[in-house]
Every structure is written in C-alpha cells, then in structure tokens.
C-alpha cells in the first residue's frame, strides 16, 4: 500500500536549541526550512529532564499522568513517592503494533527503553534493551550516535515500517560533559545533524508518504560556579523536608508530616539559588532552580545541566513528503509544540486510537490528511 502514511520520529537527546542554525545543522535547517520549524522551539514538561520527556513525546500525556516524574533513581524514590522507573503507559509505538501496524524503535539510551517498556517490543535496538558486546559507548556508558547510525539507518530503509522511533543520546552525554556552547558539543551535534541527512537520505524512495519529525527531549544551559543547592540545608528549612531526590535543575521534594505547606513553599523557595517551584500533589512539591544552578546529587554534571523552566525547550522540525507535512509545519510555527502533542498527532497520521492523551492533535480540523 504505497499511499499508506509512514512516521520517523527521530529525538536528539539534550540538544543545544541554540545550535539549530543553517551553519551547524544544514541538514536539519533543510529539512525544517521544507517542511517547517518552530523558530523559538518547542516545549517540554519539568523537570526538563529525559525520561518524563520521552515519557510525554510517546505516550501524549504530561509526565504528571505518566508517572515518570524524573530521570534521577533512588529506592524508596524512584520507584516511590517521586514517580516510577517504568511507565505502564502504552506508547504510541506500543499501540501502533497492536493495531496491526509495523513499529520499530532504535534507542542510544538502552536504559529509555525499560522506562518505556519498549524493551517488550518485537523489533528494537539494543533489543530487550541489552547493549551488545563491543558496541561503542558514550563516556556515560551509553551507545555512541556513531554506534546507533548503523540500525537507525537500517531501520529508515524499512518501508515495510509505519512508524519508526530513533532516539541519539550522545549529545546530552557531551554537552554535559562539555558545556552546551563548547567545540566538543558542536562537533557532536554536527555529526549527529549528518546522521540525519543520511535517514533523510534512506527515506528517499518512499519520501512522498513519509512524515518526518525531528525532535529534542530538553535544552542544555551552561552550569555556573556555584554552591550546588540541599534543600535540608540551613535553618530556615530546618524540618521541613521528609525525603527529596534531584534531577539537574530541578529536585522533587517530600514534605515531612505536618508541616504547613505554605510556610514550606516560602521557606523553599527562598532558598539562595531556587528560582520557583510547582505544587503536584498534597506535600510533595517540585523546586526549580535559577539559570546556572543545580541541585546537590552525587553526580552532578561538570558543564552541562538541565532541568528546570530554562531548558524546557526542543527542537521541533518536520519534514517529508506526505502532504500532512504542510499542515504540521504551519501548526508548528504558529504556536510551541509541547512534547505531548507529538504522539496525538501521529496516532491521527497512522489512524491509531490515543483515547488518554492530553497532548493536542496538530492535524485537528484537516483529518483528511490523516489515516483515522
Ligand atoms: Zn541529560
């Protein structure tokens, strides 16, 4: 069926927005300046971290409904009263094997996959989320963009493939390290950007049904030299906090029993470094912290973080030759898309039922160019 919609969702982990210039990304401003861009990005949830993100992108609904509330691990936390390590949640790729269609998923974070349960699927790279021996990884033990370039492409010459998820870590991994402004991140998101010119490339021959978007899980902002932030610490916070566990930019906390919330909120969000807050549900409280600023954590990262409401933004391109292309890129200029949108917009694409998200149809109102 060659006028059958196919989806290549492809996400470029923590990429630096600010790199998205015809400069430094010719593949990615082509593809954008065709099909279209949103010029100030689009949006995440908080924490802008990883797993919510990518929780929100697949499944359409905010990481509050997804339970994936962090990217940060810790018994009794995580999984525990700040959100679980694996959502039970489908996945628009979940959804799309079930409704008979051919789903596929290639991830550089293995880990992703669990939190996901992509590791469940019939066809996925690393499968059942298990790197392969002497695969090449990242310096945060992740499959480098290079190790993952050969199954991406593999995967985007599949016309048999309705809907294809590739995710590339590498780049949050060498911002991090680097910083988002730095020579190594830049040659990073270079190599990465040629990556996708070559599953643009691979897409070809089926180029006229083909949808293609290009997205980001979150920003990266330039850590500053500054104190990391306990939110136990200090004597007007004395008592207040039960348990907390951070994430980059952002730290969810516990209120210990008893405690007036308000004053909590006061005494919290006073505190030297954190910039506001959001209120989730009775005593538990998401803190974010000031441009530069991170949250105390036995690895913090060395130039590089993300978290709070400064870097909760993505790349938002789309491309391809399916005449739903237009109709996206205009929805995509015109107003932010926010992470949770994509999986709506997709299901209309592949004509899937997506009865729980929360996340806006882009094609609303033009369902003529959608499957369903
Ligand atoms: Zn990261």
């Known amino acids: 069926m060659a006028d059958t919609p196919r989806v290549v969702l492809i996400a470029l982990d923590g990429f630096p927005l600010r790199s998205f210039r015809p400069a430094i990304t010719p593949n ?14 689009g949006r995440s949830g908080l924490p802008s971290t990883t797993y ?24 009794g936390a995580v999984p525990g009263w700040a959100g679980t390590d694996r959502t039970t949640t489908p996945t628009i790729v979940h959804l799309a094997g079930a409704a008979g269609l051919r789903a596929a998923v290639v991830t550089g974070d293995h880990e992703l996959q669990k939190v996901l349960a992509l590791d469940e699927l019939e066809r996925a790279w690393p499968p059942r989320a298990i790197v392969p021996a002497g695969t090449e990884l990242d310096a945060h033990g992740y ?13 985007a010459a599949d016309a048999s493939l309705d809907l294809l998820f590739v995710q590339f870590n590498e780049t949050d991994t060498v911002g991090h390290d680097s910083g988002p402004s730095a020579p190594a991140t830049e040659a ?9 010119g070559e599953i643009v490339q691979a897409i070809e021959p089926d180029w006229d049904r083909t949808v293609v978007i290009v997205t980001s899980d979150h920003d990266m902002a330039r850590r500053l030299p500054l104190p990391s932030i306990d939110p136990t610490q200090g004597f007007d916070v004395a008592g207040l906090v039960d348990d907390w566990i951070a994430d980059g930019c952002a730290a969810w906390v516990r209120l210990a029993r008893g405690v007036d919330p308000h004053l909590a909120i006061n005494r919290l969000s006073a505190l030297e470094g954190v910039e506001g807050w959001r209120w989730r549900e009775p005593a538990t409280l998401l803190l974010l912290a000031a441009p530069g600023r991170v949250f105390a954590s036995p ?3 060395l130039a590089g973080i993300h978290g709070s409401a ?6 938002a391109v789309v491309g391809g030759g399916h005449p739903a292309v237009s109709n996206i890129g205009r ?3 015109e107003r932010s898309p926010r992470l949770q949108d994509w999986a709506p917009t997709i299901a209309c694409l592949l004509g899937i039922d997506l009865p729980l998200a929360e996340g806006l149809n882009m094609l609303e109102g033009c369902e003529a160019t959608c499957s369903g």
């Open 28 to 41: 990615l401003w082509r593809l954008g300046q065709a099909g279209g861009y949103c010029p100030e990005g």
């Open 52 to 75: 919510p993100g990518f929780a929100s992108l697949l499944t359409g609904l905010s990481s509050g409904a997804t339970g994936v509330r962090t990217t940060a691990r810790r018994p």
């Open 143 to 155: 499959p480098t963009n290079a190790a993952v370039r050969g199954h991406a492409l593999e995967a």
């Open 188 to 196: 990073c998101v270079r190599a990465a950007d040629a990556i996708v």
């Open 299 to 301: 690895s913090i990262p």
């Open 310 to 315: 400064g870097t909760a933004r993505t790349l």
């Open 331 to 333: 929805a995509i200029e």
